[in-house]
């Protein structure tokens, strides 16, 4: 299975991170949210009523930029910045890779990297995510 997210990185209702459609909407859709409907995720129950709902193998993607784009202009901007001016023209791009076993929705984190902290570091950015199963 896989998932692509983009837009405008922000914090929804709930204070969770989420991606808006442009910088002017006041709240954006929640990411773990959209992941969780998206995969068949495992819920293990901890005890005491606390469930923990993770994607047990999953590969997760993130590019980031400073305005809107496509995937492919994501992509192409990323191996500018590594291998010099090959296609596509950005001032700015960053890039995290998460292959560990295990996206945990209820920490929101994946291998022990917090990625409700990554994304509060890029607010405001824009960003594609990408999930595989």
Not at 23 to 39: C, H, L, N, T, V
Not at 104 to 109: C, I, K, N, S, T
Request: net charge negative; glycine share 10%.
């Amino acid at each position: 299975m896989e998932l692509f997210l983009n837009g405008y990185i922000d914090k929804d209702y709930n204070g969770h991170p989420s991606l808006k459609g442009t910088k002017d909407e006041r709240y954006g859709k929640s990411i773990p949210d959209a992941i969780q409907k998206k995969f068949n995720c495992i819920n293990l129950d901890k005890g005491l009523g606390e469930n923990i709902t993770t994607i047990s193998n999953c590969n997760l993607s993130i590019y980031y930029a400073e305005d809107i784009c496509t995937f492919e202009e994501a992509q192409e901007a990323l191996l500018n910045k590594l291998y010099g001016d090959m296609f596509v023209h950005t001032t700015y791009v960053g890039y995290s890779e998460y292959t560990i076993t295990g996206l945990d929705l209820e920490d929101f984190v994946i291998g022990g990297h917090d990625l409700e902290q990554e994304f509060n570091s890029h607010m405001g950015e824009y960003c594609w995510i990408h999930i595989t199963d």
